[in-house]
């Protein structure tokens, strides 16, 4: 895609997020529902429009590590491991985590939180200056879409901008691997 088409998405996507807004992009995974991650309101629309309970945890994209202390205050060593070692996408719930919506973090206090290697949802997240929400983009039960081409049409029509960068991309993308870590030193591996 030319560059100027790629720096509107960005500029439109990061728009729509501030003034409280709800997208669809792609990400280092599959294609994802995300809004400002620090706004209840957003990420109440998103449940809503995923029909959702609130009670199933919805992830966060970050562009980078060095972000990550702002939201984890105390982040396990392991955790810089398992980012360095993992050969695909991983998100990995912390403990104690802190500046997110409260919808976003569960009762415990633990949130998920994936450092995304992807050049669009990267600057995304770079662009907004923090964390961007990533949902499956599909309605709750149904399976996760593998491509744009798979995404339902309540969804599209559901949200405040839709992406255009990638969505020709054919290819069938996978969910992340997901590892909890708990105080202790404890790894919990959620979903391979």
């Known amino acids: 895609m030319a560059k100027p088409v790629y720096d509107e998405d960005l ?31 957003a990420v109440r629309r998103i ?3 995923k029909r959702r309970s609130d009670s199933k945890a919805m992830l966060s994209l970050l562009d980078s590590d060095a972000k990550l202390g702002y939201y984890v205050p105390d982040i396990p060593d392991v955790a810089y491991d398992l980012m360095d ?25 633990s949130a ?3 450092i995304t290697r ?21 309605i709750s039960g149904s399976p996760s879409p593998r491509n744009f081409s798979e995404i339902d049409e309540a969804i599209i029509k559901g949200v ?4 255009s960068y990638r969505q020709n991309d054919h290819g069938l993308a996978k969910a992340s691997s997901i590892i909890k870590l708990g105080s202790g030193g404890l790894v919990q591996v959620i979903r391979e």
């Not at 409280?20 to 309101?41: M, V």
């Not at 405040?160 to 992406?163: A, G, H, L, S, T």
């Open 160 to 163: 405040d901008y839709v992406v």
């Open 11 to 41: 500029k439109q996507a990061v728009s729509v997020m501030r003034r409280g807004g709800i997208i669809l992009y792609p990400t280092d995974t599959i294609w994802g529902i995300g809004c400002d991650a620090a706004n209840s309101e």
């Open 47 to 49: 449940f809503e429009l």
């Open 85 to 109: 070692l993992s050969e695909k996408p991983m998100t990995i719930i912390y403990d104690g985590v802190r500046h997110l919506a409260p919808e976003l973090i569960a009762q415990d206090g």
């Open 118 to 138: 992807e050049e669009f949802s990267r600057d995304l997240c770079r662009l907004l200056g923090g964390a961007v929400v990533s949902t499956s983009a599909n």
């Open 112 to 114: 998920g939180i994936r």
